[in-house]
């Protein structure tokens, strides 16, 4: 049986609509964040979640150092956030601008205007391929507004309607 090709695989997964996440790390003073879809819960005893990240971003080399991630989870109004953690212009300046977020119980960053957010401690990585799958222990998480989530769906932005 012939695969599909990159193209449709890419089509038919962007039929599956995500959440947005700001992934944030911290290895010694350096803060780093990355826009991350790929991102869902595993189990609840013990609570465990995973983040698939590619292996040339540089937040994969980071998190094989600090084995701790922050999730910002995205409302429906930061798509700009969102376009900013996923753009390697913002790498020229400064990722978190102070007064742009605080700092969790792991020290990564967590951006105040997430609607919800979570901190984990890296428990295992597993190879993907392409990407690796961080899986992460939640050490602490918290809901902060009720705004809708910002959804990713067929590569564009989409909001929640219910
Ligand atoms: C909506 C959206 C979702 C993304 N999800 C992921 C993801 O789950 N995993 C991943 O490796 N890259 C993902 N990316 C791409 C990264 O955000 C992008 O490559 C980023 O610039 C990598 O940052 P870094 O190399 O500075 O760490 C996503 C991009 C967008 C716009």
Redesign the pocket.
């Known amino acids: 049986m012939a695969a599909p090709d990159q193209a449709l695989f890419r089509s038919v997964m962007g039929h599956f609509p995500s959440g947005?996440t700001v992934l944030t790390t911290i290895v010694g003073e350096q803060l780093?964040g990355?826009?991350?879809?790929?991102?869902c819960s595993v189990s609840l005893e013990p609570l465990l979640v995973l983040a698939?990240?590619?292996k040339t971003?540089?937040?994969h080399a980071l998190l094989l150092e600090s084995h701790l991630y922050g999730a910002s989870i995205l409302g429906t109004n930061d798509e700009a956030t969102?376009?900013f953690?996923?753009?390697?212009r913002r790498?020229a300046g400064v990722e978190f601008a102070p007064g742009s977020y605080r700092i969790g119980v792991t020290g990564c960053p967590i951006l105040p205007q997430a609607i919800a957010f979570l901190e984990a401690r890296v428990q295992a990585v597993y190879d993907g391929g392409d990407?690796s799958i961080f899986l992460g222990e939640v050490v602490n998480a918290d809901v902060l507004r009720d705004d809708p989530p910002l959804i990713?769906y067929r590569g564009g932005y989409a909001t929640l309607r219910r």
Do not use: C, G
């Open positions: 947005v780093h990355m826009t991350v879809s790929a991102f698939t990240i590619e971003t540089r937040m969102s376009r953690f996923a753009d390697d790498l990407h990713f």
